[in-house]
Structures are given as structure tokens and as C-alpha cells.
């Protein structure tokens, strides 16, 4: 049994809880990068969003976890994980994208998109993902590294109470 150790960046709250089975080896590959601190601070300076997004995301490259007695930055992990996603992956992350803004769109339409907004939006998200991983997946990357990752993180679901 190996604890896991943490704290909410915004709110500094502590939690902590426990998983079984957690082998080095997780804990080494979730502690290697193959993007730098720069790399990731480009990402997200890069990204066209406003300063407070881009001020959380950096604050969320931050985030830690403490399991068992090695620390393992979480945060930057999630973020080069998802630069690498949107850089391999394009046509599944511009199809999630386009999907948003069709719905948001549509959600901007007076009368008529207080109604079908919350409605069509995760539709359309959903349909837009889909047809970009049909794409992507067409040689089978975006599955294998879907596979790899959640592979990766099976290690971290808490215990089950008996």
C-alpha cells in the first residue's frame, strides 16, 4: 500500500489517499519528460487563449503529487501529454475543437439557443472528436497511445472499499 499525497493549488487543501500496486517503474515514466520546462511554458504561452487561462494552465503545470517518497509533477505531465496529443494527433484535436465552437455558436442564437445549446454542443463535440479520430486513427497511433497512458495511470485509481 503506497500513499499519495497532494494539494489543491488554488485552495492549498491536503488530500491523501492510498493505492495498491504502484511499481517504480510507473513511478519512473510518470517522472521522465520528453518535453522540457520551456517546452511547456511555450505551449501554453503559445496557445491563443486569455492571460488568465494561460496563468492557471502554467499554474497547473505546477501541481504535484507525493507518492510514497517521490514527488512527481502531475500537472506537467498532463500538459505534455496533451502537447503531444494535439501534435500527433491534429484531426481528432481540431474536430473536438470545431465541435465546440459549432455548439457555442449555436448556444449564441437568441431564443433558440437557450434550448438546443447545452443540447447540441456536447453532440456536436462528440461528433467532431469521433471524425477526427476516425482519421487519426487510421493507423492505429491515437489508439495504442489512448491504450499506453490509460495503461499508465491504472496504478493511481484508490482502492475499492471491500
Do not use: C, W, Y
Not at 499525497?5 to 493505492?19: I, M, W
Not at 499554474?59 to 501529454?81: H, M, P, Q
Not at 442564437?109 to 463535440?125: A, K, N, Q, R
Amino acid at each position: 500500500m503506497v500513499k499519495i499525497r497532494g494539494n489543491n493549488p488554488e485552495t492549498g487543501e491536503e488530500f491523501e489517499d492510498q493505492a495498491e500496486n504502484i511499481e517504480k517503474e510507473f513511478i519512473e515514466s510518470m517522472s521522465f519528460f520528453e518535453m522540457a520546462d520551456e517546452e511547456i511554458k511555450k505551449i501554453i504561452d503559445n496557445l491563443n487563449v486569455s492571460a488568465d487561462v494561460k496563468a492557471l494552465l502554467h499554474s497547473f503545470s505546477k501541481a504535484t503529487l507525493r507518492i510514497g517518497e517521490r514527488i512527481v509533477k502531475i500537472g506537467k505531465k498532463i500538459i505534455e501529454f496533451v502537447g503531444k496529443v494535439l501534435r500527433e494527433f491534429p484531426n481528432a484535436s481540431f474536430g473536438l475543437i470545431f465541435g465546440a465552437i459549432a455548439g457555442f455558436l449555436i448556444s449564441s442564437i437568441p431564443i433558440l439557443g437557450l434550448v438546443l445549446g447545452p443540447l447540441v454542443t456536447p453532440i456536436l463535440m462528440a461528433l467532431g472528436l469521433i471524425a477526427g479520430v476516425v482519421e487519426d486513427i487510421k493507423d492505429k497511433g491515437l489508439a495504442r497511445k489512448i491504450a499506453e497512458i490509460n495503461a499508465k495511470f491504472d496504478n493511481l485509481r484508490p482502492k475499492e472499499a471491500s
